[in-house]
């Protein structure tokens, strides 16, 4: 996929083209749902996560600013959001104790085309962390899970996890935008 | 104590990356969504967090979800009967002069681009020092998708008008008016006015107010949207997007 696609696209759905639209989901919907899947581990719920998002999506996209985030970046903010919100909303009523699954180390081609060169930022900016900064960074980010639930899950303190994630993500942004 | 500290205690751009990695709470995160409301910098920060940690996804394998999915999401959003036709939308208005003078269109098109591009008079008035300014001259082809420039838009510094030619649908049951918009990076669309359509050949100049021409520069969005008649009651696009480029340096 062309990185630069979504965000012409983003940019027609912002003045309301339907086709538009339905373009960007055709290229997207996939990629979103893996993500609303990995968070919410049930088919059913992960599409009503990627509903949504793709809701969300028509009625803000005058407001992403691609000067800030790609639009594959954007787009993912906006399905993760949305599976977190069902994801607290689900605890609050029956938490759920599931193990986190390991992260999926292999980019497959399409992905790194979608990120082109910012996934390799990252990934060289985490690689420059700690072992524990990068695994509880990318622990939250691929479950959705709140501090006490990553604390949890690595039996570890919660202030020690929340210092660690902490520190992990200011070094992220020193790393990624260097003054 | 370090585990007592509140999100905030750290600073917004702090916050702003714990909303984004999605560690809050309940609580915490409805606070983080009430201050993107009312926080400008928060807000931006937030955004720039979206653009460090959406990378981050580039490991999670697609999956496909169920087939029926698309539909009900165009359903909740532009009602039942919209299920298949909407994506053809705008696009099948442009089938139609497509299918009728497309050929002869597109290449028109591409001439005056051409001619465009290459300009053989200068490009803009020259400054009192005498050198040419790099900003005096812009054009924008905008284009329906992928496709060969349908509008080719050109500033004309000297009598502050956007000159536009090529073809334009026309084909619509319903009476409409085509509306040129600018979409300065960052910025919702502002209106340019109505454009002309004569036998479904745009060859109009619109002038350009004295509050919009600094929004005219590289990197703005040019768009054309369908309107009613008299153009959009709300001041912003309502109709469908026939036509969208990028304003760039001649």
Redesign the interface.
């Given at each position: 996929m062309d990185p630069e696609r979504p965000k012409?696209l983003l940019?027609?759905v912002?003045?309301?083209?339907?086709?538009?639209?339905?373009?960007l989901?055709?290229i997207t919907?996939?990629?979103l749902?893996?993500?609303t899947?990995?968070i919410l581990h049930d088919?059913a719920e992960?599409?009503e996560a990627?509903?949504d998002c793709?809701?969300n999506v028509?009625r803000r996209a005058?407001k992403y600013?691609?000067?800030?985030?790609?639009a594959?970046?954007?787009l993912?903010?906006v399905a993760?959001?949305a599976a977190?919100?069902r994801l607290?909303?689900r605890r609050?009523t029956a938490p759920l104790e599931s193990a986190p699954e390991p992260?999926?180390?292999?980019?497959?081609a399409?992905?790194?085309v979608?990120?082109a060169g910012?996934?390799d930022?990252?990934?060289d900016c985490l690689g420059a962390l700690s072992g524990k900064e990068s695994e509880f960074?990318?622990q939250?980010?691929?479950t959705?899970?709140?501090?006490?639930e990553?604390a949890r899950a690595a039996d570890k303190?919660?202030?020690t996890v929340?210092?660690v994630?902490?520190r992990a993500?200011?070094k992220?942004?020193d790393c990624?935008e260097p003054s | 104590m370090t585990e007592h500290e509140t999100p905030s205690s750290h600073g917004p751009d702090l916050l702003a990356a714990e909303y984004v990695l999605g560690v809050l709470d309940v609580s915490e995160r409805e606070a983080a969504e009430t201050r993107l409301q009312e926080d400008a910098d928060f807000a931006d920060a937030v955004a720039r967090w979206q653009g460090r940690l959406g990378p981050l996804a580039a490991p999670v394998s697609p999956v496909s979800p169920s087939p029926a999915l698309k539909r009900r999401i165009e359903a909740a959003l532009f009602g039942s009967g919209t299920t298949e036709t909407s994506s053809t939308g705008w696009l099948g208005s442009l089938v139609f002069w497509r299918t009728t003078t497309a050929v002869s269109a597109v290449a028109a098109a591409i001439a005056i681009a051409v001619n465009l591009v290459q300009p053989t008079g200068p490009a803009g008035p020259l400054e009192p020092d005498g050198v040419e300014t790099s900003s005096s001259g812009y054009f924008a082809a905008l284009r329906d998708g992928d496709a060969a420039p349908v509008i080719l838009v050109r500033f004309e510094p000297d009598t502050g008008e956007l000159v536009l030619s090529g073809p334009v649908a026309s084909d619509l049951a319903d009476p409409v008016q085509p509306e040129l918009w600018i979409i300065p990076p960052g910025e919702a669309p502002r209106s340019l006015g109505l454009i002309a359509d004569t036998d479904g050949v745009v060859d109009s100049r619109v002038p350009v107010g004295a509050e919009l021409v600094a929004a005219i520069g590289e990197g703005a969005v040019l768009a054309i949207s369908l309107e009613p008649p008299g153009g959009s009651p709300t001041g912003a696009p309502t109709g469908p997007v026939i036509a969208v480029g990028t304003v760039q340096t001649l």
């Open positions: 012409a940019k027609q912002s003045l309301g083209s339907r086709s538009a639209f339905s373009e989901y055709d919907n996939a990629k749902f893996g993500v899947l990995r088919r992960a599409e990627v509903q793709y809701l028509w005058a600013d691609a000067g800030r985030a790609s594959m970046s954007w993912i903010a993760r959001n977190i919100d607290r909303r609050e992260a999926d180390e292999s980019h497959s399409e992905d790194l979608v990120f910012e996934a930022r990252l990934h960074v990318r939250a980010f691929m959705g899970q709140s501090y006490p990553v303190p919660l202030g929340k210092s994630i902490r993500l200011m992220l942004r990624l | -």
